[in-house]
Structures are given as C-alpha cells and as structure tokens.
C-alpha cells in the first residue's frame, strides 16, 4: 500500500508522524520530510538503530548471512522467548519481519511468494548490504515510546501529517503484540476526528471507522498479498488530496495517477 499512501501525502506540513511505526516500512521507504517522528511502542526499530550503529553491527550482519530463508526459523522464532541481548533481539526482529506474512511481527504464516514480485528469499539475501542504508535512513527521525493519544496530542497542529495504522478491529486485531480494544477503537476514531493535523489512516473494511469517519475522504485499495490474492482495505483522510500539490514528495515529472488507485 505505501505507493498509494505516498500518492496522498499533500504538500506543505513540515512534519511527520507514525503513531503506530510497527516495522517502519511506511516512514522507511517515503522521501523524507523536514521533521520526522515515529512511535516505537515494542522498542524493535530503536533497538536495531542502536546495534546498527554500535561496534556489534558486524555481529548483527554476519548472524542474517548465515540465517538461511526457511520456515523452521519462523517457527523457532514463534516457539521462543523475546531474547534479552541487542543483538539477538534486532535479528528476531527482523526474523519476523521479512519471514512473516505482513511484515509487522505478528505470528502468521510463512512468507513465500509464487508472484511476479521480487522473491522474499532474494530479499532476504540482500539484507545485510541494506541495513547500513536502513540505520542512515533513521538518522534525524525521533523515535519515541508512548500511548498513541498522547502522540497525537503532542503533534496534532495543521503543520503535521499523522499517519496512523493501528492495530485492526475485530478477530484481525487478536494478533498484534499490543492490541486495542474494542472501545479504545472507538476513542481513536472520535480523537482523530477532531485532529487539526492532516491525518492519514489504514483500515480493514467494515469497521467502526466506517461510521465515525463517514465525513472523510474513503479511498478502497486493492491489495495484493504474499500469496498473490487480493484483499480489500481502506484509506481515510480528512482532507481532499486533490486540493494539494504532490510533486515535491516525488521529484519532477512525476505522474501521481500512476501510483494511485481508484478513489471512491
């Protein structure tokens, strides 16, 4: 979804915000703005920035050439505590990331691909020689760790884009390491509602969202997934995306509608 995601991103606020970071796709792969936040609830980015950039990077480096792209791993993973020490924990981290089905280290499926896109395997392999761009990447971005509400809080002015992909309602929600519950749904919804911020949010379908946000903007996405199928999901913004200008996110000569799916 991120090409479309970028595709709404207006130009003008100077500052963005990840209230729900996750893997930190998202923030990883756009262009950078002038301020950029994200929040680290699990402190799983904090603490691979921190190996990254520590004398143990090598350690980290030589651990996933040596991490062969196989489902056991996923499943030993699954099977095992949290480790304790940086290192181990930087490669669990990313163990579950690229291993499993999403990306966002819930206990899925093993990820294996039967598409046209680039096979998870070969990705995998050219990790090592990425996460030295990875840890550049976050140079300058403050990651923080703290309840969502007060994110939105402490950046909720007209100069900043909130983008906010929380934890999904419903029997999906059950496998987040930090779940929302129903009525903690409902409470972010009405708060994003108020939001002078420019706020972009991912949902599934048919959801509470629905109908608190009915007023918004609602763009349907097709997703394609790692099995190839597609599945529907659901943007929101509280602003018209056509009333901006988008072409300094991309560079010149760029043609948003190419990166865009239909809006409804």
């Known amino acids: 979804m991120t090409k479309r995601i970028y595709s709404l991103i207006p130009d003008g606020p100077n500052t963005w915000v990840d209230v ?8 990883l792969k756009k262009p950078r703005h002038a301020r950029e936040v994200m929040n680290d609830l699990n402190d799983e980015v904090t603490n691979l920035f921190e190996v990254l950039r520590s004398g143990q990077a090598e350690k980290l480096l030589s651990m996933v050439e040596m991490t062969p792209f196989a489902q056991q791993e996923l499943t030993a993973r699954y099977e095992s505590e949290t480790p304790t020490d940086p290192i181990e924990k930087a490669w669990a981290f990313l163990i579950e990331s690229w291993f499993g089905r999403g990306g966002d280290c819930h206990k899925t499926g093993f990820r294996w691909s039967k598409g ?12 090592p020689e990425r996460l030295t761009a990875c840890a550049e990447r976050l140079r300058g971005v403050c990651i923080r760790k703290d309840d969502a509400f007060k994110i939105i809080d402490d950046y909720d002015t007209p100069e900043c884009i909130l ?33 002078d911020a420019k706020v972009i949010l991912t949902m599934g379908v048919d959801t509470v969202y629905d109908e608190i946000l009915s007023d918004w903007i609602r763009h349907d996405v097709s997703v394609v997934t790692c099995a190839s199928t597609t599945k529907p999901e659901v943007i929101f913004t509280n602003f018209n995306p056509d009333d901006f200008d988008h072409g300094p996110l991309f560079g010149p000569g760029t043609d948003i509608s190419q990166v865009s799916t239909t809006q409804t």
Not at 20 to 26: A, E, L, P, Q, R
Not at 116 to 127: C, D, F, G, K, N
Not at 173 to 187: A, S, T
């Open 163 to 195: 983008f906010v992909d929380p934890p999904y309602p419903g029997k999906v929600g059950l496998r987040y390491k930090v779940k929302m519950p129903d009525q903690r749904q409902i409470d972010l919804a009405n708060r994003l509602k108020e939001c």
């Open 116 to 127: 046209s896109t680039v096979a998870p395997e070969i990705a995998w392999a050219r990790l």
């Open 20 to 27: 729900f970071c996750g893997s930190g796709i998202v923030t």
